[in-house]
């Protein structure tokens, strides 16, 4: 006796079995993929076996017919006979132990939820639709060695229901779409909104296949998939231009919309003047520091990455600084003002989020200008196994309690990811979370991008001066906050701020804001060369000789800069968290000195002018 499924396959053909085999998916994925229903687990009275005979049937008749036309059936029509399948699957499906009760008549979701309820549910169903579309169903501790991240799929007490939750998820985003305005300082509002934009983003151009399986699983009984998809797809497009233009239209006119700017660092892979780069931002102030900086990038660590300096206006740096940096090898002038409109306002602090979005390289290695480094910058992000996981690196501050806003950031952020609650910020152990003197990022990464997109939106000037920067010490926080509640994967390296130079006579090491990589070498630190930037650009110089880092993110000391000395570490565990410096270190240490003295003392415009015979 054939059986239902053998009628399936009993036209034998190699490509016939193929596409069976393809339509046989399809159901799955319909069923998995849409949580319309769940199967019994031992499969006998289950989803499957009542679709899979209805399928055979169908096909069988069709064979009986005409015995060539159903060996030639298209996929299309196979689909069809599938659809109508899991419909009538649907209403016939019994309930079972565990299984939720399953209306005999099918019937599509609630529709026109008011705004005010699914504002009640909204956050939670953001970010568990989120970390779905983030791979977390299924996952523990134990699935990745990086653990989970958002973590709202963890413990439920029923299954995931995708059906429900993008119900909610969807019915919230058309909702938003057709009244989007909201206070600027209200960021619960802005960041549903990130997310919003970001699930419809996603679905549209990373995950289109979905748009099939989520308009089959909140459609009419009588809708075609066809139809279904069609106007889904045309509701996410409205979402996600409504949105892009409510929250980043100082975008346009230069990219008409998220992917243009996407594309606009993601069309040449494999070109290496594209797929990664360094990004240093400096005005007047900092101009020799960036100078040196980049030197000490070619000179010392033989790097020969494509480097943007990137400024604010004409003001920010004079015609003959601009020369002087694009007469440097594979080093080019950005103003970051003629990529996007006026009205955000790039100034200060705030340039750096604009000029990681600005720059023309897909991953960009941001540095501040009296960033330095003892490892090659190309070979750190190589090497890193977090950057391979998530496209970007971010380094910890140090550890200093200095009066935070924790409540503010579980106000706008009520869901916050299950990875944030073990950083220092979220128990109050220290208010400085993040130092953004060097930050690292994959735009090419969609999650990325939405993330640096609110970053910079959080940095705008009405947003900055009206909310972000009473809450925080200027752009650092910004950062980690707008990947967690764009609720984009991301992990801290994990030792905290140190510092690097000599050591007092309390054991205590003195010198640069110092930070390691994740393999607790030693790896970048701010202010340059000079002991002491704030109190004298032009005063001692630094000792290369010890290290201190921070393994805890508690009960350690700090001695505060002074006019004469600069910040000094005492770690919790000094038998393993002060090291001495190699011999490798402390001569390029060396080496980084006598490039800026030689600078100095020559003139920068003498300097240039001599090395790459540049006249002013």
Known sequence: MISGLDHVTAANSPLRHRRVQSVLLFVLLVVCGTGFVLWSRSGDDGFLPAVTPVVGKEVAIQREKDPMGAAAMSEQQLKAIVEDAVRKAISEQPVGKGVEPVTPKYKPPQKDIALT??????????????????????????????????????????????????????????????????????????????RAN?????????????????????????????????????????????????????????????????????????????????????????????????????????????????????????????????????????????????????????????????????????FDADALTFQNPEKFVKDSLIFRQYGTLFYHDRTVKNGGNLEWFKGINPQNSRYSNSLRYMDDRSHNEMESGVVVVDKGRTGNLHAMLMTCKMNSKEERDRMTYRHMHGDKESFWMSWDMARVPYKFVPSYGGAVGYMNDKKHVCGGLFHTDEFQKPLWWNGGVIANKHHNKDGGFMKFEYAAFDTVGKDITWEWETSTTPFCLGPKYPEFEVVELTAKEKSDGARFVELYKGMKDAGWKAYVTKKYSVQF
């Open 198 to 366: 970001e699930i419809a983003y996603i679905i549209l151009y990373d995950k289109p296949s979905l748009i099939t399986l989520l308009s089959l699983a909140t459609s009419e009984k009588d809708e075609s998939a066809t139809s279904a998809h069609d106007q889904l797809q045309a509701e996410l497009q409205n979402v996600e231009s409504v949105l892009t233009k409510l929250l980043y239209g100082w975008i346009m006119p230069r990219y008409p919309n998220i992917r243009a700017l996407q594309k606009d660092f993601t069309a040449a892979p494999g070109n290496k003047d594209l797929d990664m780069g360094i990004v240093i931002t400096t005005g007047q102030w900092h101009f020799e520091l960036a100078l040196h900086a980049i030197e000490t990038i070619r000179e010392v660590l033989k790097c020969d990455l494509p480097i943007e300096i990137q400024y604010a206006g004409p003001d920010d740096l004079t015609a003959d600084m601009r020369k002087a940096f694009n007469a440097l090898p594979n080093v080019k002038t950005v103003d970051v003002l003629d990529k996007f409109d006026s009205s955000v306002g790039i100034q200060g602090w705030a340039i750096k989020p604009f000029a990681i979005l600005a720059s023309r390289f897909r991953t960009v290695i941001f």
């Open 117 to 194: 309820d699914l504002e009640t549910t909204i956050d939670l169903m953001q970010a568990r639709f989120l970390d779905f579309l983030n791979g977390e169903e299924g996952m523990n501790d134990q699935s990745t060695n990086f653990g989970v991240f958002g973590g709202s799929l963890l413990d439920q007490k029923n299954p995931f229901n995708v059906r429900t939750t993008w119900n909610r998820v969807h019915q919230y985003a058309l909702a938003i779409a057709e009244k989007p305005e909201y206070e600027v300082t209200n960021f619960l509002q802005l960041s549903r909104r990130v």
